[in-house]
């Protein structure tokens, strides 16, 4: 008997420095899922590359794809707009595809919100937590690019952000990367047997 089923959408929220976006481009590149790729009107970091680490456009580009309603979701975050586009997540979940994304707490209420039948199906939501605060300011500080004004308000920001874990349906409170990772996989493949997945 074949079966088919319907993609997941895992939603994968934290302050940064949780590790969210590590764990959801690593499932991607081992193939347990797809990565969707938000737009940004923010300048790109060195590194970082048109297509694979954000789809970046300008604040005239953003604003146009805002009116022609192409977004899933979007918001304003420190000055700069965010978003993700509806085809880079219908497209895969439709086709029976997984599709990781990793989101702030804003955007992650837009698309709870969201009324299409096809998305509502497909999500499920992950929290990803650090262990204590002292942990979170050593991740953010870690990446030694930033101002110290930047790392005050991004760590004003995460604490709010964290206010905010009792909305999701699974919270991972970080410890190593090789743990984190082998729940997360493990989230991935018990949600891909859900039930209501399989028509």
Not at 20 to 36: F, I, V
């Amino acid at each position: 008997m074949t079966q088919e089923r319907t993609g997941m959408l895992l939603l994968v929220s934290g302050p940064s420095g949780s590790g969210k976006t590590t764990l959801c481009r690593r499932s991607a590149d081992d193939g347990l899922a797809n990565y969707a790729v938000s737009c940004t009107t923010r300048t790109p970091r060195d590194g970082e590359t048109n297509g694979e680490d954000y789809f970046f456009l300008s604040t005239e580009e953003f604003q146009q794809k805002i009116a022609d309603q192409a977004f899933i979701e979007y918001a304003e975050v420190h000055g700069n707009y965010y978003g993700t586009l509806k085809s880079e997540v219908t497209s895969n979940i439709s086709q029976g595809k997984d599709v990781v994304m990793d989101i702030d707490v804003q955007g992650a209420e837009l698309i709870r919100a969201c009324g299409d039948p096809l998305i509502q199906t497909a999500l499920v939501e992950l929290f990803v937590m650090p262990p204590d605060e002292a942990e979170l300011l050593k991740r953010l500080t870690g990446r030694g690019t930033d101002s110290q004004a930047i790392i005050d308000r991004r760590m004003e920001n995460s604490l709010a952000e964290m206010m905010q874990w009792t909305k999701y349906t699974y919270c991972l409170v970080s410890a190593d990367k090789e743990t984190d990772y082998s729940k997360f996989k493990a989230l991935l493949v018990t949600e891909s047997l859900r039930v209501s997945r399989i028509h």
